[in-house]
């Protein structure tokens, strides 16, 4: 199973980004998906996730409203469009993929992870 990051970079503060996780090796619609990142000297913190069918989207508070998860399964790849971005929005975004999250937020309840790409906001 792989899953691959990849759309970060260096943006002003108030500008756009769009991530792409491409998965391979697993039954892709068959999982739920989710962002999550970190900063430095900090923990793992989740920004959104979607259901395996893409009817359902969670988003941590800061990041709602600015942020829109969605996904593709026929290209297998989830995306996640990141506007109005802060100073406060750089880390290193992971994605990941989950079979049966009981908790959407909970980095324990992904199997799979992306190996991350770095998104910098430049203020």
């Known amino acids: 199973v792989q899953l691959q990051a990849f759309g970060g970079g260096l943006v002003q503060a108030g500008g756009s980004l769009r991530l792409s996780c491409a998965g391979s090796?697993?039954?892709?619609?068959?999982?739920?998906e989710g962002w999550f990142r970190q900063a430095p000297g900090k923990e793992r913190e989740f920004v959104a996730a979607?259901?395996?069918?893409?009817?359902?989207?969670y988003y941590e508070d800061t990041v709602k409203g600015r942020f829109t998860i969605s996904r593709d399964n026929a290209k297998e790849t989830v995306y996640l469009q990141m506007n109005s971005l802060k100073p406060e929005d750089t880390a290193v975004y992971y994605c990941?993929?989950?079979?049966?999250?009981?908790?959407?937020?909970?980095?324990?309840?992904?199997?799979?992870w992306g190996q991350g790409t770095q998104v910098t906001v430049s203020s």
């Open positions: 090796g697993l039954t892709f619609s068959n999982y739920a």
């Open positions: 979607i259901s395996w069918s893409g009817s359902s989207t």
């Open positions: 990941a993929a989950s079979h049966t999250p009981r908790r959407i937020g909970d980095a324990g309840e992904y199997e799979y």
